[in-house]
């Protein structure tokens, strides 16, 4: 565990993300999100608030379970519509020089090779500052507008995904030697072609021969991020993973789950501190703790709960408007988020109405934090202690009110703590979560063993 707390700014290339209905607010910008300037804004922002991050999230499909159909999901912008997170980074790169940028992308529906020319080109143009958050995905749809005829099923999901992995290690790490690129402008050579290999991979579910198209970037392997708490997911993240969202709404779930994964990292022989573990945190900050009460309440007011039902239904597969309110809900592998699924097929006794008030409630979150910045402070320390995360993906109810009032109130008060960083000091995001270990993935990473792989 860090002792520096970890801050990413949590956001969506979408007019409704986490907190729905709050696109409505008049002071809230979410319907810019088709605009550049909204996203060169949000950079400079966090740039000047040293985060770490921008961390993108993404989904390739509709949330159709609520109520049967994907139209309340459209109706009210719950993650639709939506535009692709790579390209958005270009833009924010350019206006800063610091912040890094995690972007997801799934590992089911598209093949590997041109996954991995893209974020070694991104990790080029940010000179180092990239990240890739791996996910399998979940919905349906998604699956059918990708060509499939069904839904991959959570463990074929995952064998897939550790496969695309392979296969982008080894183009990322084995096909270029560090010192292919030469650049001899006398002999008029650029690359020393007898150093660039292919990879001639054919596994189970992918054929690829390469060689890498691109050359090695900063990074030469993305910062690799993933988000899964089934045990299949669980078991990748610790596996592969060198930043880890914990999704879990308890302090001793999230406990449990940052355990749990660090003894998984360290039976993989990659150690305890191999990964940091983040989770997502809604933070209403006012310079009086009656004023930031007020703000919370005001927002809370443009909660949309059917909005709230709509991302519930997606997540799990439960269709909450099918149940009476006293009827149980079990867990039986619907396919979609199954560790959700299970979350909360147990809380409570499954009951349909505990689930529905559950999400009415925005008080009932252990991840809700609203108070001064002296309280909300006190409280991410109290969450870092109790659960050992190293950091947190900051939702927003207001955008750009939310992030300014992190770093106009906030970051101050946790770098008055020695709990945050004051300035930027590593050239690279791996750096920036490791420091002193440099750019390129430790040797206890199974990416390491493709390096020199390939050579004749």
């Known amino acids: 565990m860090s ?39 949000t950079a400079r922002l966090l740039e000047r608030g040293l985060f770490d991050a921008l961390f993108i999230a993404d989904v390739v499909g509709t ?54 020319r893209r974020l070694s080109t991104l990790d080029h143009l940010t000179k180092g500052r990239i990240a890739w958050n791996v996910v399998t995905g979940y919905l349906p749809d998604a699956a059918r507008n990708f060509g499939l005829r069904e839904q991959v099923t959570h463990e074929v999901r995952y064998d897939v995904a550790e496969e695309f992995l392979d296969v982008s290690y080894k183009l990322w790490e084995g096909s270029w030697e560090d010192d292919a690129v030469v650049l001899d402008r006398e002999r008029r050579v650029y690359t020393d072609p007898a150093k660039v290999h292919e990879i001639h991979h054919e596994g189970r579910f992918f054929s690829v021969d390469g060689p890498h198209l691109s ?40 406990a449990a789950d940052v355990r749990d994964l660090r003894d998984r990292a360290e039976g993989f022989g990659r150690g305890r501190d191999a990964i940091r573990a983040f ?19 005001e927002v809370f007011g443009y909660r949309d709960l059917d909005g709230y039902l709509v991302h519930f239904g997606g997540g799990t597969g439960i269709d909450v408007a099918a149940l009476a309110e006293d009827e149980g809900v079990t867990f039986s592998g619907r396919g979609h988020i199954e560790s959700r699924e299970k979350e909360f097929a147990e809380a409570q ?8 008030d559950s999400l009415s409630d925005p008080w009932n979150d252990e991840f809700h934090v609203v108070g ?31 992030f300014e009032d992190i770093v106009e109130l906030l970051v101050p008060e946790l770098q008055r703590r020695g709990r945050y960083r004051t300035a930027y000091e590593e050239s690279t995001l791996r750096e920036r979560l490791f420091p002193g270990a440099g ?6 990473h199974p990416a390491a063993a493709h390096r020199g792989a390939f050579r004749a």
Not at 12 to 41: A, C, F, K
Not at 79 to 98: E, F, G, S
Not at 281 to 292: C, K, W
Not at 349 to 356: L, R, V
């Open 215 to 254: 050359e090695p970037s900063r990074q030469r392997t993305p910062v690799i991020y993933q988000a899964g708490s089934s045990d299949s997911g669980k078991n990748l993240a610790a596996r592969h993973a060198e930043g880890v969202f914990v999704s879990s709404r308890t302090l001793d779930r999230v």
């Open 439 to 444: 750019p390129l993935l430790p040797a206890t």
């Open 372 to 402: 001064t910045p002296e309280q909300v402070a006190d409280r991410l320390e109290e969450i870092v202690e109790r659960t050992g995360v190293d950091g947190f993906n900051v939702v927003q109810y207001l955008s750009p009110g939310t």
């Open 3 to 41: 002792s520096l707390i970890h801050l990413n700014g949590f956001e969506m290339n979408t007019p409704s993300h986490i907190n729905h209905g709050l696109w409505v607010h008049p002071e809230n910008q979410r319907h810019r999100y088709t605009d550049i300037d909204y996203w060169t804004e």
């Open 279 to 297: 989770t997502s945190i809604n933070i209403v900050l006012g310079e009086t703790e009656a004023e930031a009460r007020r703000k919370a309440e």
């Open 349 to 356: 006794g499954g009951k349909a109405k505990a689930i529905i």
């Open 63 to 116: 949330y159709d379970v609520y109520r049967g159909s994907r139209d309340p999901a459209v109706e009210r912008g719950i993650q639709i519509p939506n535009n692709d997170p790579y390209l958005v980074v270009p833009a924010m790169a350019a206006v800063t020089r610091d912040l890094g940028f995690a972007v997801t992308a799934s590992t089911t529906y598209e093949p590997p090779f041109g996954n991995a």
